[in-house]
C-alpha cells in the first residue's frame, strides 16, 4: 500500500509572547499535538474559529514552518532542510492558495507574468512556449486572454483568485492547501471558485488540505473533516457522518449554526465567549467554560482524541461515556 500524500504527526508549534509591563515570556501553542493525513484525490476539511491554529497546521504541512515536535511526511518521506534543492522540489508538488488574491499578486505584473514565473522559476518548459502554458492555465481556470494582459486591480475578487489557482497548477502540484479560499468572496463567487476546485481535484487528483472556518464551505469540499479549538483536533470523521450527527458538544454547535437547506435543523447551541486565551488555556478540557454538555470531570481531565465505536475520533468524556454505553445496551 502507498504511504499517504501528507502525513502530519503529533505536530507541535509554540510561539513565545512577551506579556505585562516587565515584559514576561508566555509560551502560546497555537498547535498542539495535532496529526492529520490528507489522502491523493480526497479533501480533508480542516475547520474551527478563528485562533484555533487551523493556519499554523496549513504552514506546518507545507514546511512553511518548522514543527517543535512531531514530524510531517509527504508521499512518506520527510521533509528536507529548507532552502535545499529537495525542499524547492518538494515544495513545487505542495501550493497553497490564500485568503486574500490581490496580496498573493504582484500589482505591478499582468496576470500571465504572474502565471508563467513558477516556470520560470522551476525551469520548466522551453522558454519560448512558456507564455502559452501560461496561457493554457488561465483558460483552464475560465480566463480569457485579454484577461490574462490585465493587472490585478483590473479584475474581480473571483478572477483573481482563479488567477492564484492557475498559478499554483503551474508545478503540477499533488497537493493544494487552502487557506480560506474564499472567504473574501462574494456568496455567488464562492460557489463558482469552490466548483472549480472540485473539478480540478478530480481531474487531476490531487489531495486538498481546505482551511475555513465557514463549516457550509468545508461541507461543500470535504471527504472528510477535522474540527480544531485551541491548537488541537477535537473530532475528525468523515463528513457525511461527522456533519450529521457530531459526536463532539463543539461540532454540534458549529453544525447547529449552519443548517443544510431542506434537511432537519438541529436547535441552534450558541457558543458562549470567545475562544479562551492560548496563552492560559483552561485546566481539563479547554472547551469546558462553554461547553454545554460539560461535567465536573471535564474541569480537570483533558480527554484523549481517540476512536469511537462509529470509527470517527473524538476528544469529549461525555461522547466515549454515552457510546459505551450505547454499545452495551444493544
Ligand atoms: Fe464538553 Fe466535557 Fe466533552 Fe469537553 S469533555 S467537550 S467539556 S462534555
Avoid at 453544525?255 to 431542506?262: C, E, K, L
Avoid at 465536573?296 to 454515552?322: F, I, N, T, Y
Wanted: net charge positive; hydrophobic share 40%.
Amino acid at each position: 500500500m502507498s504511504a499517504p500524500l501528507l502525513q502530519a504527526r503529533n505536530v507541535a508549534r509554540c510561539y513565545h509572547m512577551r506579556k505585562g509591563l516587565l515584559g514576561r515570556s508566555v509560551e502560546v501553542r497555537a498547535v498542539d499535538g495535532v496529526s492529520l493525513t490528507v489522502e491523493r484525490g480526497r479533501t480533508l476539511g480542516l475547520v474551527g474559529e478563528s485562533g484555533s491554529g487551523k493556519s499554523t497546521t496549513g504552514r506546518l504541512a507545507l514546511g512553511l514552518e518548522k514543527p517543535d515536535a512531531g514530524d510531517v511526511l509527504f508521499n512518506g518521506a520527510p521533509m528536507p532542510a529548507t532552502d535545499t534543492l529537495a525542499w524547492r522540489q518538494m515544495r513545487a508538488r505542495m501550493q497553497m492558495i490564500y485568503q486574500d488574491p490581490l496580496g498573493a499578486l504582484d500589482r505591478r505584473l499582468q496576470i500571465v507574468e504572474q502565471v508563467r514565473e513558477p516556470f520560470d522559476v522551476h525551469d520548466l518548459g522551453e522558454p519560448k512556449e512558456r507564455e502559452a502554458l501560461a496561457f493554457a492555465l488561465l483558460q483552464s481556470v475560465g480566463l480569457r486572454a485579454d484577461q490574462g494582459r490585465r493587472y490585478p486591480h483590473e479584475l474581480s475578487g473571483g478572477q483573481r483568485q482563479r488567477a492564484v489557482i492557475a498559478r499554483a497548477l503551474a508545478t503540477k502540484p499533488d497537493l493544494l492547501v487552502c487557506d480560506e479560499p474564499v472567504s473574501a468572496l462574494d456568496v455567488s463567487i464562492q460557489a463558482q471558485v469552490i466548483n472549480l476546485l472540485v473539478d480540478i481535484q478530480q481531474e487531476l487528483g490531487l489531495g486538498l488540505l481546505f482551511i475555513s472556518h465557514d463549516l457550509k464551505v468545508v461541507r461543500q469540499v470535504s471527504h472528510r473533516v477535522a474540527v480544531m479549538y485551541l491548537g488541537r483536533i477535537v473530532e475528525e470523521g468523515e463528513a457525511d457522518l461527522l456533519l450529521s450527527s457530531p459526536a463532539h458538544p463543539y461540532t454540534e454547535a458549529l453544525v447547529s449554526a449552519a443548517p443544510v437547506p431542506g434537511r432537519r435543523t438541529r436547535p441552534r447551541i450558541v457558543l458562549q465567549g470567545d475562544p479562551p486565551n492560548p496563552a492560559a488555556r483552561p485546566s481539563g478540557c479547554a472547551f469546558h467554560p462553554r461547553c454545554h454538555a460539560a461535567r465536573e470531570r471535564c474541569k480537570v481531565e483533558s480527554p484523549l482524541l481517540k476512536p469511537m465505536p462509529d470509527g470517527r475520533l473524538a476528544a469529549c468524556h461525555v461522547a466515549h461515556d454515552q457510546a459505551n454505553f450505547l454499545k452495551a445496551a444493544s
